[in-house]
């Protein structure tokens, strides 16, 4: 917690998850019915954390360069609220929407800024992830400006948080510990097979939670409440209200402490696919910034993320299909849907700390069709 206080220059308060933060934030700073502008491509959870706090999630037209809010088409007037997603660590246009509440998530940009000021500081609350760029496997950090919104916070935190315990600290741990060994010693493959047949993958309805209509309707009366939502918001990863102890707090923050160091392996692997025909035109935009994930918009995504998983690299966090689609009823759409839905079918996102590996693949990998 510690570098994002240096980073920021705000007080932060550690939390289980980013998940929990960003309900938190919504919260505190959000009326019930107010509407909240949100991108329409974004993790799973987002839409059920915005229904839980009692908000009306109003769907933002998307910027096919970088699959953020497209500002310049947003109609700004009607809503009270944002919430920037920053993609895979490309930077929202976050300073158009000077004047309304803004909740930044910075799950994927840890180490992004914008005019040399960090994300995380230019809204009123910036919630990272310490299982993203640290790949901590769990854990959050919420920084606000005022020591006032902290103490609140952490309040309402403390209502909201179940007991952890010694196992699962450890299970959590070891976990995440396995996963960066398999990641650095090339052993991606056996370990996507062992989770499968051991059933430590989730069952999904295509590539997002089961939206569960009905039970969805049923809750939503009771918003804004957080537990009501639980069977929504805890997919793949059930404790994420659970108070973690020392063994998970010394785990992240070595974790974290390894992010500054691993900056030009990044930049590195960064270089090297925005060379790539099929790379999303923002990244070149942004070159500098160490991003999560490096997306390129390919033809046959599918046919690649199987390539890449036979060749032991694997793919994550993709957001298919957009809210519109996903959640019709509970959302109000996006004026202009069609962006969001070519950028979601084509996406693949790359870690450019193993762009080496992958390379020999996506140098023939056809760039996606035109957005008509």
Known sequence: MRLIEERTGRRCLLLPSNRLGLYLALRHWCSPGQRLLMSPISADEILFLVLAAGLRPVIAPLSPRDGNIDAARADLSGVDAVLTTNLYGLPDDVTAFSGKVVVEDVAHAMETTVGGRP????????VFSLGKHPGAGSGGVLAVAEESDLKELERARDLLLQPGSLRADLVAVATSMARQAALRLDLVRPALWLMRALGMQEEREGYRIALMARELAEVLPQAPSLPPFDPWVRADL??????????????????????????????????????????????????????????????????????????????????????????PGFTEPSPDPAAARWWARHVLPVDPVYARRALPLLRDLEPAPALS
């Open 238 to 327: 059930h404790d994420y209200r659970a108070e973690r102890g020392r063994v998970a707090r010394w785990y992240q923050s070595r974790r974290v402490a390894k992010v500054p160091r691993e900056r030009e392996r990044r930049l590195a692997g960064m270089a090297l696919l925005a060379e790539l025909p099929t790379v999303a035109p923002a990244v070149r935009d942004h070159l500098g910034q160490p991003l999560f994930r490096v997306p390129l918009l390919v033809r046959d995504r599918d046919a690649a993320i199987a390539e890449l998983e036979r060749r032991g690299v694997a793919t994550g966090y993709l957001y298919d299909p957009p809210y519109d689609d996903y959640a």
């Open 119 to 126: 994300l995380g500081t230019f809204g009123l609350a910036g």
